[in-house]
T-cell receptor
Framework: KNEVEQSPQNLTAQEGEFITINCSYSVGISALHWLQQHPGGGIVSLFMLSSGKKKHGRLIATINIQEKHSSLHITASHPRDSAVYICAVGTSGSRLTFGEGTQLTVNP | GAGVSQTPSNKVTEKGKYVELRCDPISGHTALYWYRQSLGQGPEFLIYFQGTGAADDSGLPNDRFFAVRPEGSVSTLKIQRTERGDSAVYLC????????????FGPGTRLTVL
């Protein structure tokens, strides 16, 4: 069993839909990161959180430390949101342990 | 401002050859990380530098892999006797001081071993 598991692996939505991507982890963490990866490999950090909820534009990230679970929500999804979304947790020291990613496709 | 840069962007080599991959972190960032991402997978941790020293190299898969950061800035990941299974995107990231700090990723080097 991976230390970080994401669901779903693939998600297709229509423009405007509300999207949720889930992340569960099995280890103690210092922080949880949500990352976005576009074709070609570039990774951008979206959120880093250790408790509660953060919001940036149409993106919302929540974390429940007791349940070891986090969700990434996208409101009013748009085709430009199409990318791979990766959950990663900071564990021992500074290393990150990554989930396998969720491929999101938003159709117009 | 300049982000994390990696060179080359693509590297094709033959099995058994030696390769060097370079990472130039954001100026002033003391922490530097190397990750490897195979096709369809999430990245995997390789090694973490704090300054010039490797603070955690537990992710290096075997002794063919080695990384240095002699002046606490640029880092080089070195792979000896490359194997086809080494083919992946090698990602570098840096952060201000490690620990609970956001990591900024470079564009990666795509290594293909024929």
């Amino acid at each position: 069993k991976n230390e970080v598991e994401q669901s779903p692996q693939n998600l297709t939505a229509q423009e405007g839909e509300f999207i949720t991507i889930n992340c569960s982890y099995s280890v103690g963490i210092s922080a949880l990161h949500w990352l976005q990866q576009h074709p070609g490999g570039g990774i951008v950090s979206l959120f880093m959180l250790s408790s509660g909820k953060k919001k940036h534009g149409r993106l919302i990230a929540t974390i429940n430390i007791q349940e070891k679970h986090s969700s990434l929500h996208i409101t009013a999804s748009h085709p430009r949101d199409s990318a791979v979304y990766i959950c990663a947790v900071g564990t021992s020291g500074s290393r990150l342990t990554f989930g396998e990613g969720t491929q999101l496709t938003v159709n117009p | 401002g300049a982000g994390v840069s990696q060179t080359p962007s693509n590297k094709v080599t033959e099995k058994g050859k030696y390769v060097e991959l370079r990472c130039d972190p954001i100026s002033g960032h003391t922490a530097l990380y190397w990750y490897r991402q195979s096709l369809g997978q999430g990245p995997e941790f390789l090694i973490y530098f704090q300054g010039t020293g490797a603070a955690d190299d537990s992710g290096l898969p075997n002794d063919r892999f080695f990384a240095v950061r002699p002046e606490g800035s640029v880092s080089t990941l070195k792979i000896q006797r490359t194997e086809r299974g080494d083919s992946a995107v090698y990602l570098c990231a840096s952060s201000f001081s490690g620990g609970y700090n956001e990591q900024f990723f470079g564009p990666g080097t795509r290594l293909t071993v024929l």
